[in-house]
């Protein structure tokens, strides 16, 4: 579950003021750094990287803060690729990047830039020393260089050539001792802030190495097979006759052994396949829905889960979505697939929106901290607070209070979210229960995000409320 609806903050919040800014793109005329490095180069890329994320380290999510650069820039694809790979790769390995700027020098730099230029070169280099999946794309040396270049090519920060090159080299004389001390800080260790790294522990004491270590994982590409247009089998042979390599993770789903842009993907703007995490697939099956039924999809963005209820039965289908720059893409996703569905334009908190009729199902994919899908938004865990999941725990208690009256007795109502804390999780279950005529009915609850050949999905939550007579006991 990848939506970006999961930044959402209470208006109360300071983040959110920084998370839900306008986001400032400069004019064409006016770039955000004027360079004569080749777009092919590996400096280029660090360059437009370290943009990015001092973007991030300003309160932007890392989708707004490359949508920046790009638009700026304009650069090449490869070079908008390789951009935003470094730009991943390095709010992965954050948290020790900051730790070996520490110990490499007695002074930060002052530029957010050259800081973040200075983060991207040493978690390319830091990667070498670590067990993760493609982390030799480099050479040493090279890194060093090219992030000498881009520093002495942006006239911004060119003062920090010499810095650079110092810190750069001195980490690979010195990479092993570095690393070892490094270790010792859970957020340099872990990569993740200090209080997430505890709260994490508190809440899984028995898995929560696991867990965040999944988290530090390169998400796969979970295809969802379109049943009423092809079969699982049949897809695999697709894939397998383009010679791309595939996995089944679940009952319609498909892992890509190695993740491709949307156009390389057999069917995909045929609508035989859509783009959905393996756990988020779920929902539409947990709802039970029969031919007919009057369904509500609350905070609907980005259209997957929508799109899989339309797949499975025809429906009176409404998809809630509050922002309306997000709804655009839930139409153009379900145009894609060649599916309608009554979009509305409204809040979930409130029914100024609403026509007054029942739904006999209600799906709650409600706003949450996103902390079980860190793995595809690395960002996430450095944009958010500790108080974040309480704030937020109140903000979804009440759309699932007011979804509550919207629901037909005897009808369903499915609480999903991204989160892996208990507070927006478990215990908002526990608590919507016992505030509400509600019969609780099986579901998976937490689901720890996991990797492996035969299931790998991210940290989701669900759990399934049937409305009650008022008159039952």
């Not at 939506?3 to 959402?8: F, I, P």
């Not at 007011?402 to 892996?420: D, E, H």
């Not at 478990?426 to 229960?433: I, K, N, R, T, V």
């Not at 035969?454 to 006991?473: C, E, I, R, S, V």
Request: charge should be positive; glycine fraction near 6%; proline fraction near 7%.
């Amino acid at each position: 579950m990848s939506e970006r609806k999961r930044l959402t903050l209470p208006k109360k919040s300071v983040p959110e003021a920084k998370a839900r800014k306008p986001v400032d793109r400069p004019r064409k005329s006016a770039p955000i750094f004027s360079t004569t490095l080749k777009q092919d180069s590996l400096a280029y890329a660090l360059l437009g990287a370290a943009e990015a994320v001092a973007k991030v380290q300003a309160g932007f999510s890392l989708p707004d803060a490359l949508s920046t650069v790009f638009t700026s820039l304009e650069p090449t694809p490869q070079a908008r690729g390789a951009i935003q790979d470094i730009a991943y790769r390095t709010m992965r390995q954050f948290g020790l990047a900051q730790a070996l700027t520490g110990f490499l020098t007695s002074r930060m730099p002052e530029s957010a830039r050259l800081h973040g230029l200075l983060c991207s070169a040493l978690s390319l280099l830091a990667e070498q020393e670590l067990d993760y999946p493609d982390n030799k794309r480099y050479e040493p040396f090279t890194v060093v260089d090219q992030a000498v270049s881009a520093a002495a090519s942006d006239q911004s920060i060119s003062h920090g050539k010499g810095m650079v090159n110092a810190i750069l080299r001195r980490f690979l004389r010195e990479r092993e001792a570095l690393m070892k001390k490094a270790s010792d800080l859970p957020s340099a260790r872990w990569n993740y802030p200090d209080w997430w790294v505890a709260a994490m522990k508190a809440a899984y004491p028995q898995q929560w190495q696991a867990i965040l270590e999944a988290g530090n994982q390169p998400p796969p590409l979970i295809l969802r097979v379109n049943l009423r247009k092809t079969s699982v089998a049949a897809y695999l042979e697709m894939l397998n006759n383009s010679e791309i390599g595939a996995t089944q993770v679940g009952p319609v789903a498909v892992k890509l052994e190695r993740p491709l842009p949307v156009e390389q993907i057999p069917g995909f703007w045929e609508g035989l396949v859509s783009v959905q995490d393996a756990a988020a697939q779920l929902a539409a099956a947990l709802l039970d829905i029969q031919e007919g039924m009057r369904v509500l999809d609350a905070c609907a963005a980005p259209g997957g889960k929508t799109g899989h209820i339309l797949e499975m039965a025809e429906v009176k289908l409404t998809s809630l979505e509050v922002d309306a720059s997000r709804m655009r893409r839930v139409e153009e996703n379900l145009a894609r697939m060649g599916l309608k569905s009554s979009l509305v334009v409204g809040d979930a908190v409130n029914q100024q929106w609403w026509d007054g009729e029942q739904f006999d199902r209600i799906l709650a994919d409600v706003p949450c901290t996103a902390s079980g899908v860190v793995r595809r938004h690395p960002d996430i865990r450095w944009l958010r607070r500790k108080s974040d999941a309480h704030h937020l725990a109140t903000l979804s208690s009440k759309i699932l209070d007011n979804l509550w009256q919207m629901l037909r007795p005897g009808g369903k109502l499915l609480f999903v979210t991204c989160s892996l804390w208990p507070q927006e999780s478990e215990g908002q279950a526990a608590a919507f229960a016992m505030r509400h005529q509600a019969a609780r009915l099986p579901a998976p609850g937490q689901l720890l995000p996991t990797s492996g050949r035969d299931q790998d999905h991210d940290g989701l939550f669900y759990a399934l409320f049937q409305k009650l007579p008022l008159n039952t006991p």
